[in-house]
């Protein structure tokens, strides 16, 4: 994986983890969150979701040699291990929790408008095609970020990103014509 | 704004406005810090999940800002100490503070940091020498060396710097005054030269 970017993050970490670590989840915390609560559809498991990736990474980091952090591609690292955190919780979660979810939906569950209405459009995704979305335009990860995060073929992500985007244009054009 | 952009307005959100700062206390990356009342006054107390890491008494550090620049880590100020720290920390600070006091040493160097391990062995109504601790890192040449790193106690009162005087049994230094330093020892029971 790429590691241009996060060179301040790296060095940081390097001089000091606990100064690094919080530039780290300065930069991070927004995205990671956003990302979380797209892929969990909760604000209470993103919040969770987010702190436990936070934390994975802290106490790894504590465990890297020089080189290793030099070496480490943050953003994505950071990345897999919020989507091993959404995926576990998941499987978790079945069957009740997708029960939960779906009725949420259909209820006045979630807080502000804006989130249940993209609950609801990310909702009409297949996963692949939902993480996907999530990754490159929450996450502002590249193609090949995502593939090796989720060991899928480049030319599959961009299917999945592609047919995702075109899902949501056409709810949302189906929203604003109702 | 690009179509797509356009198109995903909306889908980031901000992120709870206490993230950032219960993920760096919880981690142990951040401190808190509150004070609490002592014998010796007000004193800023700041800990982390492992144990304190910094006392300082508030008639020599006024602001939370003075406090955090002479500890140099990253701060929250809290309401007050949690009640099991807070319990510790009076008895510690009443009876004398033992070794089995949680205490949060890292970031230190090294070399202070076997000082101050070293000086947590001292008990209570006693009292050793600099090359007392000197001897005990198997270092004996180091004398000197001790008696900085004492000086620059992170976590006085709580790690016994106080207990350490000269080898003549006079008293030495002390950050706070060596008042102080006599106050503490007659305090703990010590016999003092």
Redesign the interface.
């Known amino acids: 994986m790429s590691i241009t970017g996060d060179t301040d993050v790296r060095r940081r970490i390097v001089d ?4 690094g ?2 530039l780290l ?2 930069r991070y ?3 990671i ?2 990302g979380a ?2 892929l969990t559809r909760s ?1 209470e498991d993103a ?1 969770d979701v ?2 436990d990736t ?2 994975r990474a ?2 790894a980091l504590g465990t890297y040699d020089r080189q290793r952090i030099e070496t480490l591609a943050v953003k994505p690292w950071l990345w897999t291990i919020t989507l091993n955190l959404c995926r576990s919780r998941a499987k978790r979660a079945k069957p009740t929790r997708l029960l939960a979810q779906r009725e949420s939906l259909s209820t006045n569950d979630a807080p502000h408008f ?2 249940r209405e ?1 609950n609801l459009r990310l909702a009409a995704l297949s996963n692949p095609q939902r993480t996907a ?2 990754l490159r ?2 996450g502002d990860l590249s193609i090949g970020e995502i593939a090796s995060i989720t060991g899928r073929p480049e030319g599959t992500i961009k299917t999945d990103i592609s047919r995702g ?1 075109s899902k ?2 056409t709810i ?1 054009e189906e929203e604003e014509s109702v | 704004m690009t179509e797509v952009d356009d198109l995903l307005a909306g889908i980031a959100v901000r992120p709870p406005a206490d993230l950032e700062r219960t993920t760096l206390i919880t981690a142990g990356a951040a401190d808190q810090v509150a004070t609490t009342d002592s014998p010796f006054g007000l004193l800023w107390i700041s800990w982390s999940p492992i144990g304190v890491t910094g006392v300082t008494p508030i008639f020599s550090c006024r602001t939370v800002d003075d406090f955090m620049e002479i500890h140099r880590r990253n701060t929250y100020v809290a309401d007050r100490l949690p009640m099991d720290l807070a319990s510790q920390v009076d008895e510690a600070l009443e009876h004398g503070t033992t070794p089995e006091f949680p205490v949060d040493l890292r970031g230190i160097a090294d070399f202070q940091g076997s000082v101050l391990q070293a000086c947590r062995q001292i008990q209570p109504g006693t009292v050793r020498s600099y090359g007392w601790v000197a001897d005990a890192l198997s270092n004996p040449g180091a004398v000197r060396a001790v008696g900085t790193a004492l000086g620059h106690n992170p976590i006085p009162l709580l790690i016994p710097c106080h207990r350490v005087v000269r080898s003549d049994g006079s008293i030495g230094n002390y950050a706070f005054g060596p008042e102080m330093k006599h106050d503490l020892l007659v305090a703990e029971g010590a016999i003092l030269a």
């Open positions: 000091d983890l606990d100064d670590f919080t989840v300065e915390q927004g995205g969150y956003s609560l797209r604000r919040r987010a702190q936070f934390l802290y106490r804006d989130e993209w979305v999530v335009h929450v985007l949501l244009r949302m």
